[in-house]
């Protein structure tokens, strides 16, 4: 045998022992008896649940507003003056026509000087031309009768000229006087016919300078500022040895009386917020400041643009005036719309989103889609979610736990 032939031998023999092994291996593996596979028990969950009872609620919505006054005013400056006084507070409460504050009244009291000056310097006009009319209408007369001896003169002289008595010269001084009685006459007269439109030109001026005296006055009043109504202090612009300009705000005062919530409405409640105030109780709230349940009553609805968009605000009173907050705090309140039929009372946890709930059909969870209505409190004073569902019957039973992994299909268990 050849070097070459037993070369090859050495490494085909361990080949084929190798071999012989892995088929043994493999045959010894077939022939092993299998274990039985056991069956896949799926898990079912323990869960609370309550049945579906149809009744009729007063649901309750939870709505955001602020307080306001509709009765807010901002009291400004009409003149431009030194601040002397400032006797108001913020927070302060003040009565009607109360001192607030004393602008420097020197500037305004010598303009009402000046304005008075000229309303006297009117009436001093008005009379002297009434003494100069009744002077024309006396001297009328006389002016006639010299006009008429005048003209008798002229004639008296024409007809000694004629008899060649008179001079020419004395006929020409004749005519001469009578034509200067004659102008004087129509002076006299013209200054009598034009008395009315004198007088009326005169007596405008009057007016005008009692408008403008009367001005002065008011301006001159205007340096004390007092409260225009009974009022709450809100804030104060001014402080003594201020210059204050025309149109400057110098207070902001409100009226405690006439406070109100105001809370915008979603739509898909105002039908229902509609037919409360059609009712003889109408609607009311509840909301907590500070720490103190206060009770309000829905007055009126009223229309608002903001942005663009329309919307619906409900306005609430107190219904209490011993409470008074201060305007401008943002609030939320609980609002008890009127009874609805056929509402399903469950607990929150049972609500999965806010749409969702789950029946319990045949051990295994079913999701029906539910309308929230609203919110309400059981006889335990526990909080419940008032649900409406066409798909619901009276007495399933609707799963009150809350499920992370809850979908349709899962099998549940019913606990107590």
């Known amino acids: 045998m050849s070097k070459a032939v037993t070369r090859h031998l050495t490494w085909i023999f361990p080949l084929l022992a190798l071999l012989a092994a892995v088929s043994i291996f493999m045959a010894l593996k077939a022939s092993k008896p299998q274990a039985p596979s056991r069956p ?6 323990s869960v609370q649940a309550k049945a579906v009872n149809f009744s009729n609620f007063r649901p309750e919505i939870i709505l955001y507003g602020q307080i306001e006054s509709p009765q807010m005013a901002l009291l400004s400056s009409s003149v431009t003056a030194y601040v002397e006084q400032v006797v108001a507070r913020e927070g302060q409460h003040v009565s009607k026509d109360q001192l607030l504050i004393q602008l420097d009244p020197r500037d305004a009291q010598l303009i009402l000087r000046q304005r008075d000056s000229d309303l006297k310097n009117s009436a001093a006009k008005i009379n002297a031309a009434r003494i100069q009319h009744e002077a024309n209408q006396n001297a009328l007369n006389i002016e006639k009768q010299l006009y008429a001896l005048a003209s008798k003169s002229v004639a008296r002289y024409k007809d000694l000229s004629a008899r060649k008595v008179g001079s020419e010269d004395q006929l020409d001084t004749a005519r001469k006087n009578f034509q200067q009685q004659a102008l004087s006459l129509n002076n006299r007269e013209q200054a009598i016919s034009t008395f009315p439109a004198q007088l009326a030109q005169l007596e405008a001026e009057q007016e005008k300078a009692t ?10 009043q205007r340096t004390t500022i007092t409260a225009p109504f009974t009022a709450r202090i809100a804030s104060v612009s001014a402080a003594v040895g201020d210059r204050i300009k025309t149109g400057d705000t110098l207070i902001t005062l409100y009226d405690p009386s006439l406070l109100q919530v105001r809370s915008q409405v979603p739509s898909k409640v105002l039908p229902l917020i509609r037919q409360g105030l059609n009712e003889k109780t109408g ?14 009553h829905l007055s009126r609805l009223a229309s608002t643009v903001t942005n663009g968009k329309t919307g619906v605000d409900a306005l609430f009173e107190f219904a209490s005036d011993q409470f008074t907050p201060e305007p401008g705090r943002t609030l939320s309140l609980t609002l008890s719309l009127p009874f609805i039929d056929n509402l399903i009372a469950i607990p929150p946890l049972a609500l999965y989103g806010t749409d969702r709930v789950y029946r319990i059909t045949a051990g295994k969870l079913e999701s029906i889609i539910v309308n929230k209505v609203g919110d309400t409190h059981n006889t335990d004073g526990q909080p419940q979610v008032l649900i409406q569902s066409n798909e619901l019957k009276q007495g399933e039973l609707l799963i009150i736990t809350q499920l992370p992994n809850a979908i349709t299909g899962l099998p549940v268990k019913v606990t107590e």
């Not at 509840?286 to 309000?296: S, Y």
């Open 283 to 296: 609607l009311n709230a509840t909301a907590l400041i500070d720490k103190k349940n206060v009770a309000l």
């Open 40 to 45: 896949v028990i799926e898990k079912v969950w």
């Open 211 to 220: 408008a403008l005296r009367d001005s002065a006055l008011l301006e001159l």
